[in-house]
């Protein structure tokens, strides 16, 4: 069964990934020698080391009281004549990972001036003394940043979850207003007419037929808007839906092409981007005697995007030249979800056709 680390566990195991190098603490015995005792101190202090990030509950240890622990395993492994100084380094990182700022830094002066101390007191080398407290104020300026990182990710994380969440609860919301513009009016007028069949009969039969009639016809449009509704709640990507409405233009004798690339853009966008293009291409289908269909993306400045679909119509012998776009609950529905996103929708109607643009402002 694999194990999974929670986000805490996680970061100490990275810490205690650190541990490998402890190994630097033995490399002076290579021309000085060891001891027996040293080995068994070294390996006592390398598995506090070690475990110390792990410690569950009431027995985990403060960070700042860990930089402490490290530094005095450190002052304990003096004596043994190996690469002291690396506990420092590690009490060092640790006070980066301090949330108090000021408390790191303090931490950390008072740490550099005991191992610069012992280190003189000990009569070690002072270059290397230097060397160890150059380090240790790298590995100190790291931990800071990773710990600044690690917040932002987490702040980030949250900020995402909430925005699913806003967004599934305006989905909801839009949900019930389409529900409610598309079957509001249809249940009622079957209900009125409902109504108006019992009073008609058992005397007026006729009349009660061609009200039964009537409801028939109204529940079976309200069960298509309602399947519209639906189809609508699909997520799909913007090119699935582009390559999906041209193949259905197409497959209707309408001649179309794309141009542009609609690039990337937040999810959320996306979606109501790819909603308003199939519900433009749909209006084509259904009430444009269109010939052909130009489609674009389009990057006008920086970050602005642009979608256009410009239909052509076939000649007309008559003059009443029939719009592919109404402003019905198709257009109002577009024009809510993309004031939503702060976008805009604008219809150009032509003697030939009718040009419609969204434009999105900012994405970021």
Known sequence: MPITLGPRSRIAFRRSISGIYLLLFPLPWLTRGGSLAGIVAFIAGAAVFLALPFLPGRLAVPIAVRALIYAFIGILLIPFHGYWGVFFISAAATCGAITNRRLGLTMLAVILCVCASLTWLAYEDLIGCLITIIVAIGTFATMVLSMDLHQRNEALAAAQEEIRSLTLIAERERLARDLHDTLGQSLTIIALK?????????????????????????????LAETRQVVSDMRVTSLRDELASGVAALNDAGISTES???????????????????????????????????????????????????????????????LLSFREGNGISGMRRRLAEIDGRLDLTPRPDGLTLIITLGDLS
Do not use: W
Not at 199 to 212: G, I, N, Y
Not at 297 to 318: I, S
């Open 194 to 222: 409902s109504e108006l069949a019992h009073r008609h009969l058992p005397h007026d039969t006729s009349k009660a037929q061609d009200e039964l009639d009537e409801i028939g016809q109204r529940a079976r449009n309200a």
């Open 259 to 321: 141009s542009g690339e609609p690039g990337l853009m937040p999810a959320y966008a996306e979606a109501v981007l790819a909603f308003a293009l199939r519900e433009a291409l749909t209006n084509i289908l259904r009430h444009a005697n269109a010939a052909t269909c130009h489609i674009a993306f389009r990057q006008r400045a920086t970050a602005v995007f642009e979608l256009m679909v410009r239909d052509q119509t076939r000649p007309r012998h008559d003059s009443n030249i």
